[in-house]
């Protein structure tokens, strides 16, 4: 069946640092992907999305490319925040036919002033 | 309401009851789930509604839990005699399910202690 597996965290940065959460996928068909991102106390929300291969999701500073050939969808960023500390999920849209998406397990970012 | 409202945000249940969590989605939304997050894990998917079909339960970990959809709108997760591994923070998401691409809309989830 579908999977996403992320990089395991915690991530521990200084401010301004650059960020990369990696992300890679299994799945039947072609599935749209996402990053949602769930700050301390909240429901997760997206961040961005990509629908198909090549497309660029971004939002907030952040970016990722659905590398179809890798099956890869890395999470990227500039120069974080110590306001970006969250939890950030990996997933894919349904896909074969199925409407469910499929979470990673979430890779904790951890920012320092 | 805006967005996704669950309820209670937190419970704490001796173990053996049973208990129920409300989910209220995005007026509209005609494709409801419900996630389980525990410490640690990434979000284990438990069931799906979509408007008037039947419900895919593939996820759902035992017979103790069940959930109903009423009129296409408000859900509730049911769990009976629980057990301390069903503490976890139980999340409900909406979305319009129309196209493969749609995000999910997400509440910010019921806290559930089993002691």
């Known amino acids: 069946g579908d999977s996403v597996t992320q990089m395991e965290g915690p991530v521990t940065l200084s401010e301004e640092a650059f960020l990369t959460i990696n992300c890679t996928y299994t799945?039947?068909?072609?599935?749209?992907l996402f990053w949602y991102v769930q700050y301390p106390g909240e429901g997760l929300q997206l961040l961005l999305k990509a629908t198909k291969a090549d497309d660029k999701g971004s939002n907030k500073g952040f970016e990722a490319t659905y590398r179809k050939e890798t099956t890869s969808f890395h999470l990227e960023k500039g120069s974080v925040q110590v306001s970006d500390s969250a939890v950030y999920f990996c997933a894919l849209g349904g896909s074969g036919g199925s409407y469910i998406p499929t979470f990673g397990r979430g890779t904790s970012l951890i920012v320092h002033p | 309401g805006a967005g996704v409202s669950q309820s209670p945000s937190n419970k704490v249940t001796e173990k053996g009851k049973d208990v129920e969590l409300r989910c209220d989605p995005i007026?509209?939304?005609?494709?409801l789930y419900w996630y389980r997050q525990s410490l640690g894990q990434g979000l284990e998917f438990l069931i799906y509604?979509?408007?008037?079909?039947?419900?895919?339960k593939s996820g759902l970990p035992s017979d103790r839990f069940s959930a109903e959809r009423t009129g296409g709108s408000v859900s509730t997760l049911t769990i009976q005699r629980t057990q301390q591994e069903d503490s976890a923070v139980y999340l409900c998401?909406?979305?319009?399910?129309?196209?493969?691409?749609?995000?999910?809309?997400f509440g910010q989830g019921t806290r559930l202690t089993v002691v």
């Open positions: 799945a039947t068909g072609y599935p749209s």
């Open positions: 998401a909406s979305s319009s399910g129309v196209y493969l691409n749609t995000e999910a809309f």
């Open positions: 007026s509209g939304h005609t494709a």
């Open positions: 509604f979509q408007g008037n079909s039947a419900p895919d």
